[in-house]
Every structure is written in structure tokens, then in C-alpha cells.
């Protein structure tokens, strides 16, 4: 038998056990026994999903990922970032950059990079609601750039996000040096 084959026999003796089988005679575990415990379930589907990986990388453990470089980007490259009339969350701003790099090998930006630095230069304020949690809403500022906040319906129900017109947008890639300065300096202070 082959190591892959190993594995794979394995695997499968661990999906068996996941889903509530005895992988020696394929019958049910009765259901007050320890397996059909949601906790145990769940790890031997993670298990499960390890060993898959492994299959599937020619049953060779997956490298350590090498450190990625500090977000950066060309001058061509932010040329063809895609501005829009209908505004956009900062998650959407951060994911148009992110698809114009090599997100594999270099770190890209993040909601909090931008929130951070527009709290730092007032554009946003941070406000605590009657749960304790801090919200960021528009400054008056930054109102004035064309950040504003709209309702939208999620999953669970209603929220409200902050949104960036095009002149806002315009106003956040002018300034990307300033956001990737602000990360650098928060992840030294961190060291």
C-alpha cells in the first residue's frame, strides 16, 4: 500500500466515524455514543479536510507559507482601479486594490487600514452605541467629501454601513501612501 493509499484508507475511516458510522462493520453508532457528539463530529470533518488537503497535494504536507511583502503598488497598477458612481464600503475599496496585486505573495489592505488612518486625518468618528461596541460614522469633514452612511439588509436583518462617493473614493487612493504609512507605523509600535 502506497502512503496516498494510507492516507485515503484513513480518510475514510474518519468520514465514517464523522458521519456516525462504525468503519468496521458500517453500521450506525448508537446515538448516546460519544462519536455522535456535534463537538467530536466536527473535528473529525476537520480531520477530514486536512487529509483531503494531503490527498490532494500528492500526500505532502502544505509548506509554511512563505512572509508576504508589505502591500505596494504600481502607479499602472492603481490606474485601473475602478472608481464608481454608486458608493462603496471601504471592504469594497479594499477588495477592487486587492484584485489589482498579487494577494499570494504580498499583504493587502484591510476595512481597519483605511478606518484607522480616516479616524487619524477626522474624515471618520468612532461612536459607542448602547451595546458598548464602537461604531465609526462620517465626521462632519468628511459628510462634506461625500461619506455618508446607508441602510442595507444582510442576513440578519438591517444595518447600517458607511459609504464612500466617488469623490470620497478618489479622495482614499490619493492618499494610499498616507494608509500604508499608518499600518507600517502601528504594526512597528506593535513590535
Same mark, same amino acid.
Given at each position: @500500500?502506497?502512503? &496516498?493509499?494510507?492516507?485515503?484508507y484513513?480518510?475514510?475511516?474518519?468520514?465514517?466515524?464523522?458521519?456516525?458510522?462504525?468503519? +468496521?462493520? !458500517?453500521?450506525?453508532?448508537p446515538?448516546?455514543? +460519544?462519536l455522535?457528539n456535534?463537538?467530536?463530529?466536527?473535528? @473529525?470533518?476537520?480531520?477530514?479536510?486536512?487529509?483531503?488537503?494531503? &490527498?490532494?497535494?500528492?500526500?505532502? =504536507? $502544505?509548506?509554511?507559507?512563505?512572509?508576504?511583502?508589505?502591500?505596494?503598488?504600481?502607479?499602472?497598477?492603481?490606474?485601473?482601479?475602478?472608481y464608481?458612481?454608486?458608493?462603496?464600503? +471601504?471592504?469594497?475599496?479594499?477588495?477592487? *486594490?486587492?484584485?489589482?496585486?498579487?494577494?499570494?505573495?504580498?499583504? %493587502?489592505?484591510?476595512? !481597519?487600514?483605511?478606518?484607522?488612518? +480616516?479616524?487619524?486625518?477626522? @474624515?471618520l468618528?468612532?461612536?459607542? !452605541?448602547?451595546?458598548?461596541?464602537?461604531?465609526?460614522?462620517?465626521?462632519?469633514?468628511?459628510? #462634506? *467629501?461625500?461619506? %455618508?452612511?446607508?441602510t442595507? $439588509?444582510? @442576513?440578519?436583518?438591517?444595518?447600517?454601513?458607511?459609504?464612500?462617493s466617488?469623490?470620497?473614493?478618489?479622495?482614499?487612493?490619493? !492618499?494610499? #501612501?498616507s494608509?500604508?504609512?499608518?499600518? $507600517?507605523?502601528?504594526?512597528?509600535? $506593535? =513590535?
Open positions: @500500500m502506497t502512503e &496516498i493509499e494510507k492516507i485515503e484513513t480518510k475514510s475511516f474518519i468520514d465514517k466515524l464523522a458521519n456516525g458510522i462504525n468503519p +468496521l462493520d !458500517n453500521m450506525p453508532v446515538g448516546d455514543d +460519544l455522535n456535534v463537538r467530536i463530529s466536527r473535528c @473529525m470533518f476537520y480531520v477530514s479536510d486536512i487529509l483531503r488537503q494531503v &490527498i490532494e497535494n500528492g500526500g505532502v =504536507k $502544505q509548506q509554511k507559507k512563505t512572509k508576504k511583502a508589505p502591500f505596494e503598488i504600481t502607479p499602472e497598477q492603481l490606474e485601473k482601479f475602478e464608481s458612481d454608486t458608493p462603496l464600503s +471601504l471592504s469594497e475599496i479594499a477588495a477592487r *486594490l486587492k484584485a489589482l496585486i498579487d494577494p499570494e505573495n504580498m499583504q %493587502s489592505l484591510s476595512y !481597519n487600514d483605511f478606518a484607522n488612518w +480616516l479616524i487619524d486625518v477626522g @474624515m468618528k468612532e461612536v459607542e !452605541n448602547s451595546e458598548g461596541k464602537k461604531k465609526k460614522f462620517p465626521a462632519e469633514v468628511g459628510e #462634506s *467629501l461625500g461619506i %455618508s452612511t446607508e442595507r $439588509q444582510g @442576513m440578519y436583518g438591517e444595518y447600517t454601513v458607511v459609504v464612500y466617488r469623490e470620497a473614493q478618489q479622495f482614499v487612493i490619493d !492618499n494610499l #501612501s494608509v500604508i504609512a499608518l499600518k $507600517q507605523n502601528r504594526k512597528d509600535s $506593535q =513590535k
